[in-house]
Each structure stands twice: as structure tokens, then as C-alpha cells.
T-cell receptor, first 113, second 106 residues
């Protein structure tokens, strides 16, 4: 069965650079979630989209933005990168919202040097 | 505020049982349970909804006390593959709990 695809798997950037992470949800899934997991931390919800509209917002810095496109894939754009942005970024998708199972991608490991 | 889990860590021998608890100070209308192995993505285990509906794996059971805003995950006859960090998450945007690290030893 198709899973959530994230790219790239690994990304190395320098401070003040920008990064774009991509997420391709499971086919027919209309909801995408982004999470950030720092070393030894639990995943923190960043933002979610339902039917291409932002549906909820968590602890996402103003330097970050995201959108969901017409084909339901989503991109997380991160600017003015800081050392503290180094983390695993997970995308999850679900069919519908609230009571539906979220399936996670393998994550993108971002290292900011 | 994130849900609080207990215990924070537990070590079991293969075949033993474990209970992981999750408590929230905010209203819960659904509870999700995930297991995460180091460096890997969280994997869905169970979702519990208000009214008693559950969706999840056959070998895992859980309870959800809506009034107390608490949930418990029951792992019976644990296997080595059960090792990992267990997270409960509340509601849609999955405010993950503090995590419980489970280690199964032969």
C-alpha cells in the first residue's frame, strides 16, 4: 500500500539559509499535518491543511510557512534557518479530520550548521 | 498543554504485561496512541473516540475515560518488537504526550 512520501530524507543547510520540505500524502487523503521533533523530544504539531486550506496552527515559527497544493501535496518552507531548527520533520496524512487515523511519513532530517 | 504519560519508562521481560497511562488537562474527544522507534516515524496503534468506538490493532487494547480525560494502553504478553517510545495524542492536531519509553528484554 502507498504510504506518505517525504523529500528529501536528509537536508543540510547553513544558518540564515532557506529550506523547502515536501510531503506527498497517501492517495485520496485530503488532510496533511506537519510535526517537528527535536532530539530527545516528542513530536510538536506545527500546522495542518484540509482540502488545501489551513485548518489548524500550532507552534510554527513566523519564519516558516506551508501550503497544500491542488494535488494535495504539501510543502513546508523554512527561512532564516537557525541552529535550533535542526530536527526531524514529519508529515502525516489522513482521510478527513478529527477522528481519523494519521499516517506518518519517514520524516526529513534537517541539520542546520 | 500536553497530555502527561506514566510511567516515563519501563523495562519488561518478554511475555510480561504493561499498562501505559495518559492524562490530559484539556477536554479530549479522541485519543490516539502511537509507537515510535528511535529515528523512525510514529506508527499508529489505536484511536479511541467518545462514545466507545475504537479502531486499532487486534493485539493491543486500550481504554478511554471521557469524564476523567484519561486513557490507558494495555500491552499483553509483550514481544521484543514492542520496544519503543509510546505516545498518546489528544484530538486532531495530536498534542503528543510526554512519552513512555518501553524496553523489552529477552
Amino acid at each position: 500500500a502507498a504510504g506518505v512520501i517525504q523529500s528529501p530524507r536528509h537536508l543540510i543547510k547553513e544558518k540564515r539559509e532557506t529550506a523547502t520540505l515536501k510531503c506527498y500524502p497517501i492517495p485520496r487523503h485530503d488532510t496533511v499535518y506537519w510535526y517537528q521533533q527535536g532530539p530527545g523530544q516528542d513530536p510538536q504539531f506545527l500546522i495542518s491543511f484540509y482540502e488545501k486550506m489551513q485548518s489548524d496552527k500550532g507552534s510554527i515559527p513566523d519564519r516558516f510557512s506551508a501550503q497544500q497544493f491542488s494535488d494535495y501535496h504539501s510543502e513546508l518552507n523554512m527561512s532564516s534557518l537557525e541552529l535550533g531548527d535542526s530536527a526531524l520533520y514529519f508529515c502525516a496524512s489522513s482521510l478527513g479530520r478529527s477522528e481519523n487515523i494519521q499516517y506518518f511519513g519517514a520524516g526529513t532530517r534537517l541539520s542546520v550548521l | 498543554q500536553q497530555p502527561v504519560q506514566s510511567p516515563q519508562a519501563v523495562i519488561l521481560r518478554e511475555g510480561e504485561d504493561a499498562v501505559i497511562n495518559c492524562s490530559s488537562s484539556k477536554a479530549l474527544y479522541s485519543v490516539h496512541w502511537y509507537r515510535q522507534k528511535h529515528g523512525e516515524a510514529p506508527v499508529f496503534l489505536m484511536i479511541l473516540l467518545k462514545g466507545g468506538e475504537q479502531k486499532g490493532h487486534e493485539k493491543i487494547s486500550a481504554s478511554f475515560n471521557e469524564k476523567k480525560q484519561q486513557s490507558s494502553l494495555y500491552l499483553t504478553a509483550s514481544q521484543l518488537s514492542y520496544s519503543g517510545t509510546y505516545f498518546c495524542g489528544g484530538n486532531e492536531k495530536l498534542t503528543f504526550g510526554t512519552g513512555t519509553r518501553l524496553t523489552i528484554i529477552p
